[in-house]
Structure formats: structure tokens, C-alpha cells
Nanobody, 127 residues
């Protein structure tokens, strides 16, 4: 059973940076399509960024393009989200997600398409 564990959240000021990590255990990250999602107070869980299986495709939601960078490290068996120039509207609980697939080029933006989830890490950005 694959387990995901996020870390790296915290309380920061607008304009600051954070790097979120997602440690993968019980499986090899190279076998999964991976994504980051977030859920703000009173909101739905939304797509933030993804990397397809074997990593040929990376996508971001429009509001984080140019500020956030998703990456995966197969040697560390981990997924990362570098978040720069943070804004108060980025405040949310951030979740790492994984799904099995055999399609390197298919991308998954809907949370219902993912099989495994972490518990989340809280990011709070003050103005």
C-alpha cells in the first residue's frame, strides 16, 4: 500500500517562499502519476500542479504559473512543490496525490482520478 507524507508547510508572509515535500513509501514514485492539490477554508479541493507518469508532462493551474514549480526525485522517492512569491490567496491545506497509470502522456487534474493521498500540510500566507 502506497503511503504519502507531506511536509514543509508553515506560516509565512506574502512574497516569501516555501518548499513542500511529499515522501512516498510502500511504492516507487516512478510508477505513478503525481499531483499537488490544495483546499482553502470553505473551498473545494483544487488542482495545483501535476507531473505525468515518467514525467514528460508538467501542468499548473493558471494562478500559480511562474511562481510554483513541481519536481520529482526518483532517487529520493519524493515529490516537491517549490512555491515562490506566495500570496494570501495561496493559503490552504496542500495535499500530495498519486495514481497508477500506463499512459505517460495522460494528465489528471481531477481529484477523483487519484488513488492515494497524503494527510496534507498547512500553508498560511499573511498579508
Amino acid at each position: 500500500q502506497v503511503q504519502l507524507a507531506e511536509s514543509g508547510g508553515g506560516l509565512v508572509q506574502a512574497g516569501d517562499s516555501l518548499r513542500l515535500s511529499c515522501a512516498v513509501s510502500g511504492g516507487t514514485i516512478g510508477n505513478y502519476a503525481m499531483g499537488w492539490f490544495r483546499q482553502g477554508p470553505g473551498k473545494e479541493r483544487d488542482f495545483v500542479a501535476l507531473v505525468s507518469w515518467r514525467g514528460p508532462i508538467i501542468e499548473y493551474r493558471d494562478s500559480v504559473k511562474g511562481r510554483f514549480t513541481i519536481s520529482r526525485d526518483d532517487a529520493e522517492n519524493a515529490l516537491y512543490l517549490q512555491m515562490n512569491t506566495l500570496k494570501p490567496e495561496d493559503t490552504a491545506n496542500y495535499y500530495c496525490a498519486a495514481r497508477t497509470t500506463s499512459n505517460s502522456y495522460y494528465t489528471y487534474r481531477d481529484q477523483s482520478e487519484y488513488h492515494y493521498w497524503g494527510q496534507g500540510t498547512q500553508v498560511t500566507v499573511s498579508s
